[in-house]
T-cell receptor, first 115, second 113 residues
Framework: AQTVTQSQPEMSVQEAETVTLSCTYD???????LFWYKQPPSRQMILVIR??????QNATENRFSVNFQKAAKSFSLKISDSQLGDAAMYFC????????????FGAGTRLTVKP | KAGVTQTPRYLIKTRGQQVTLSCSPI?????VSWYQQTPGQGLQFLFE???????NKGNFPGRFSGRQFSNSRSEMNVSTLELGDSALYLC????????????FGPGTRLTVT
């Protein structure tokens, strides 16, 4: 079964600085999708960024970018120019490209942004 | 477009009772997935419905069931509630394509006493 591991339960960053959240996953499949979700204190989960495994180019969405290392099964999220509104729980998620597989989430990393 | 809505937002039930939670997906979305979120177990996938059929199922006991209606609205039912069922239940909708973005609702906070 696929597993997703986020080894950093908590992270802290100074406003305007850069922070990287780690995520590793275990799978025997070659075709899959990876996601980073953000869950602010209000609890509504929001998709931050996604990556197709077949794409070598790392995804980027404004201040958010990923470092996707397929061979190492690593999918880290980099947040540049951190803002107070970035404070939230961040979840890494994996989904197989096959329709019969569910979405697997990591345990989450709580990010604190210090003013 | 209106977002994913879940009702009720909060619920308190007693052990042994049953509960039904509702989820209305974004208009046009045909897939609805349910997740259980607890501090100890994190986010766990319950099941996914697509066009009124259960397409995927997580590793939960048969007390957890669901269904989807022709308008894509979905309900989740938990029978014979246990204290351990206390959790935030999240619903997410998507278009249902193999590579899709899931949009989450605000969740239903269920407390079992």
């Amino acid at each position: 079964a696929q597993t997703v591991t986020q080894s950093q339960p908590e992270m802290s960053v100074q406003e305007a600085e850069t922070v990287t959240l780690s995520c590793t996953y275990d799978t025997s499949e070659s075709d899959y999708y990876l996601f980073w979700y953000k869950q602010p204190p209000s609890r509504q989960m929001i998709l931050v960024i996604r990556q197709e495994a077949y794409k070598q180019q790392n995804a980027t969405e404004n201040r958010f970018s990923v470092n996707f290392q397929k061979a190492a099964k690593s999918f880290s999220l980099k947040i540049s120019d951190s803002q107070l509104g970035d404070a939230a729980m961040y979840f890494c998620a994996y989904r197989s490209a096959n329709n019969n597989n569910d979405m697997r989430f990591g345990a989450g990393t709580r990010l604190t942004v210090k003013p | 477009k209106a977002g994913v809505t879940q009702t009720p937002r909060y619920l308190i039930k007693t052990r042994g009772q049953q509960v039904t939670l509702s989820c209305s997906p974004i208009s046009g979305h045909r897939s609805v997935s349910w997740y259980q979120q607890t501090p100890g177990q994190g986010l766990q996938f319950l099941f996914e419905y697509f066009s009124e059929t259960q397409r995927n199922k997580g590793n939960f006991p048969g007390r957890f069931s669901g269904r989807q209606f022709s308008n894509s609205r979905s309900e989740m039912n938990v029978s014979t509630l246990e204290l351990g069922d206390s959790a935030l239940y999240l619903c997410a909708s998507s278009s249902g394509d193999s590579f899709y973005e899931q949009y989450f609702g605000p969740g239903t906070r269920l407390t079992v006493t």
